[in-house]
């Protein structure tokens, strides 16, 4: 699970990759960051004996990473039983939009969202089939599809045997093939700029012709923003839906943004961002939409401008 020295520049120097795999297992940048944190407290709670005798102390930092996640995985249908309303995963600012536009930050200051690559393997998409997985699944799966760890490391991870971990890897790896939707960006971003001008303009007609008939959308307000708490099915409702919140937020502010490496939208009021949506798209029309409204998960998108 790669190699680094024992110095401090090089422990420091895995960071980045242990936040981008913690981020993935939990789909939460805060519980990332903590659960990398939690890691480098046990590493630097060793013995200097005992740090001298680990060859590789990426992996290490990996390995107990993957663990604390694999704990709180176990937990989390606990806590999401008491969440308020649909759970999503914490959306993700695109991190080459702030650098050209000169909010990147410093590499010491920079926020953990910065940190995490954007690719398919963190689409909203992707993430929200991961959440159907079980934890030995999920660890399994994104171990080995995403970041090419073998299964011997893997074993020692979950505590199976390396032919378990594979059976595991397979089995999450039918559900995310199941559930794929071949979509090109280009073609995604002109169906969310529509919808886009379609929802300003309260537009209903031209909603339900964008918005595929079977359409779910799914809204995280955890309690502390309002939100549907159960999905709302079907594309007309979904439009109305979506044209009363127009006419009850008035100054609202829609923006296309990169959500999670694909386009979306953020509704922003008086400098302050609401709400960040992420769209599916199939045959030109949109089949699923995840609108974040916890405002303990915006975090990352308060310095996006």
């Known amino acids: 699970m790669g190699t680094v ?5 090089g422990i420091a120097g895995e960071r980045g990759q242990l936040i981008n795999v913690a ?5 939460s940048v805060t519980e990332a960051e903590d ?4 890691a480098y407290t046990r590493w630097y709670g060793l013995p200097r004996s005992r740090q001298a005798e680990i060859l590789s102390p990426g992996a290490w930092l990996t390995t107990v990473t993957s663990r604390i996640c694999l704990d709180l995985l176990g937990s989390a249908r606990a806590r999401r039983e008491r969440y308020v309303g649909a759970w999503l995963p914490e959306p993700l600012p695109d991190r080459a939009r702030k650098d050209r536009e000169g909010g990147g930050g410093s590499p010491v200051q920079a926020d953990p969202a910065d940190q995490i690559v954007l690719d398919e393997s963190v689409t909203m998409a992707f993430l929200v089939v991961l959440e159907t997985m079980t934890p030995a699944e999920r660890v399994a799966f994104v171990l080995h599809d995403v970041f ?4 011997a490391e893997i074993a020692a991870v979950l505590g199976r045997t390396p032919a378990a971990c594979k059976q595991l890897a397979a089995s999450a ?3 995310v093939s199941a559930a794929r939707v071949p979509v090109t960006a280009a073609g995604q971003a002109e169906v969310v700029r529509h919808v886009k001008e379609a929802w300003q303009t309260k537009d209903i007609a031209a ?37 009363a919140i127009a006419d009850r ?8 943004r990169s959500v999670n490496g694909t386009p979306g939208l953020v509704a922003r009021r008086a400098g302050v961002v609401l709400t960040v949506a992420s769209f599916e798209v199939s045959d030109g029309r949109v089949t699923r939409i995840w609108a974040v409204r916890n405002p303990r998960k915006l975090g990352p998108w308060a310095r996006e401008d």
């Open 148 to 151: 090419r760890y073998p299964f």
């Open 35 to 38: 659960a990398v944190q939690d």
């Open 5 to 9: 020295g024992t110095g401090t520049d």
């Open 249 to 256: 937020a008035p100054g609202l502010e829609l923006l296309e």
């Open 23 to 27: 981020y993935r297992l939990l789909g």
């Open 173 to 175: 790896r039918r559900r």
């Open 207 to 243: 909603l339900v012709g964008l918005l595929d008939p079977a359409a779910v959308m799914t809204a995280d307000g955890g309690g502390l923003a309002g939100a549907v708490l159960r999905p709302v099915e079907g594309g007309a409702r979904i439009a109305q839906y979506m044209a």
